[in-house]
Nanobody, 128 residues
Framework: QVQLVESGGGSVQGGGSLRLSCAAS????????MGWFRQAPGKEREGVAV????????TYADSVKGRFTISQDNAKKTLYLQMNLLKPEDTAIYYC?????????????????????WGQGTQVTVSS
């Protein structure tokens, strides 16, 4: 079992920045695909960025490329999402997820299958 706890959400004006953190605990041995997802009111949950812990490779959704950066701190067992140039359309609940899948299935579009572990989510609100 893996437990994930997000933090760092909040309210910010458009153009601002936030950094989300996801602390992992439990059985985190081995390589995992870890990712950030978001769900806005009335919309389906969508992938934002994923990272394969084995080699640190990353993939981003087109909507956040060049603005968001996903990274990891192995020593702290923490996943981060640095969000810059935030837009009102980035407003959503952001979730951290983890799954012990092969690298080729570590994709942001959901085609890699269901994720085993989820955090409780953290709200991000961007005002215009």
């Amino acid at each position: 079992q893996v437990q994930l706890v997000e933090s760092g959400g909040g309210s910010v004006q458009g153009g601002g920045s936030l950094r989300l953190s996801c602390a992992a605990s439990g059985d985190t041995y081995g390589s995992y695909c870890m990712g950030w997802f978001r769900q806005a009111p009335g919309k389906e949950r969508e992938g934002v960025a994923v990272l394969y812990t084995g080699d640190g490779s990353t993939t981003y959704a087109d909507s956040v490329k060049g603005r968001f950066t996903i990274s990891q701190d192995n020593a702290k067992k923490t996943l981060y999402l640095q969000m810059n140039l935030l837009k009102p359309e980035d407003t959503a609940i952001y979730y951290c997820a983890a799954d012990p899948r092969f690298k080729r299935l570590c994709v942001v579009d959901g085609s890699g299958g269901p994720w085993a572990y989820w955090g409780q989510g953290t709200q991000v609100t961007v005002s215009s």
